[in-house]
């Protein structure tokens, strides 16, 4: 049986690629709900959640009363980039606070074993860099693990906003390298929530990456602005 989610990624996939090909343009209303569903052969319900997807990539705007609007997909792509670069590192880290934790309690329920042992890789380059004393490859490694983690969620959605997690990422490498005594810190700190993961235990695997995170903000110096009702480490 496909589940839901399979059929709105696929959804997702086919309305980009007509996007892509220039089938609705920029500024175009896409055909009404009933008439694309019965394109597609998929349900209405689906087809809503495929279309908030493509809202949440910036590709389409729901125009309550008229339809669905085409957006300049260019200008959309284009204003990714402005983003990061505005971000602070606190933004950054308070991102990471928010979707990292809930990432890792999803995959302890999900990830198989050649998952889990993808993410242990990293974490032997991280080794090998640190036992090395190569700093450069030790914060490449740490950036490699937290895209494998971020990979292993297949919500649509969640890609998205994790990938630019992962271009902030890449933007606040140079604090990390001014820091490269804390790799073995951030080593272990990873190795306990890929351990909580390898145990299936999603509640652990979270707390671990709250840890982790709470902790590079003290080690740079960042106070995170987490409410005061937010699970704490």
């Not at 709105?8 to 996939?13: L, R, T």
């Not at 689906?46 to 125009?63: D, K, Q, Y």
């Not at 235990?201 to 979270?206: C, D, E, I, K, T």
């Amino acid at each position: 049986m496909i589940s839901s989610s399979t059929v709105v990624n696929s959804v997702v996939e086919k309305l980009r690629q007509a996007l892509a090909r220039g089938q609705w343009r920029s500024g175009d209303m896409l055909p009404g709900q009933r008439e694309l569903a019965e394109q597609l052969g998929i349900s209405r319900p689906s087809l809503r959640e495929a279309v908030t997807v493509l809202e949440t990539l910036g590709l389409v705007r729901s125009m309550p009363g008229k339809g669905v609007l085409v957006l300049d997909a260019d200008v959309a792509t284009a204003s990714e980039p402005e983003a990061v670069a505005a971000a602070s590192l606190a933004d950054v880290l308070e991102l990471r606070y928010t979707l990292e934790p809930f990432i890792a309690g999803l995959v302890a329920q999900s990830a198989g074993s050649q998952d889990i042992g993808q993410l242990r890789l990293t974490l032997m380059d991280m080794r090998e860099a640190l036992d090395a004393g190569d700093s450069e490859a030790g914060i490449n490694a740490y950036i490699a693990f937290h895209e494998a983690l971020f990979a292993l969620t297949t919500n649509p959605i969640f890609q998205s906003v994790v990938q630019q997690t992962g271009n902030a990422l890449k933007e606040s490498a140079d604090m990390l390298r001014k820091s490269p005594e804390h790799l073995a810190a951030r080593l272990s700190e990873n190795e306990a929530v890929v351990r909580a993961i390898r145990e299936r235990n999603s509640a652990l695997a979270s707390l671990q990456m709250r840890r982790h995170i709470l902790a590079e903000g003290e080690r740079m110096g960042i106070a995170l602005n987490i409410p005061d009702d937010h699970p704490g480490p």
